[in-house]
């Protein structure tokens, strides 16, 4: 499979589901407070659910061409609290789902072998 039919299916396949996840990505960063967190909680679940869906899709398709090392869902996904200890920025959540980009090799997910 060619990078480029892999990321058109890739993004065929999530077209639907990032609707909510990009909804309530826009909705926190206008409303970053932890009682509009707590008041939205299953809009974060949906989101997080949805997310969790297209790595979960990703991991697999990547992990047929190339070997990952075993890297499992819920060791490459971050947390959406946000660390406060020493920013300036005291908003309490990440305004971004993200995932680790290497195998647990050190291996870049992004390094993929050329033509």
């Given at each position: 499979m060619k990078a480029a039919d892999f990321t058109a299916s890739v993004r065929t396949d999530s077209q639907e589901n990032s609707i909510p996840i990009l909804d309530f990505l826009r909705a926190l960063r206008d409303n970053n407070c932890r009682k509009w967190f707590v008041a939205n909680r299953?809009?974060?679940?949906?989101?997080?659910?949805?997310?969790?869906?297209?790595?979960?899709?990703?991991?697999?398709?990547?992990?047929?061409?190339?070997?990952?090392?075993?890297?499992?869902?819920?060791?490459?996904?971050f947390r959406i609290n946000r660390d406060l200890r020493f920013s300036k920025d005291k908003t309490p959540y990440k305004t971004a789902m993200s995932t680790l980009n290497s195998t647990r090799s050190g291996t870049p997910l992004q390094r993929m072998p050329g033509p």
């Open positions: 299953l809009r974060y679940e949906v989101a997080r659910a949805d997310f969790l869906s297209i790595v979960g899709d990703l991991l697999g398709r990547l992990d047929s061409v190339c070997d990952l090392g075993g890297i499992a869902l819920k060791d490459c996904v």
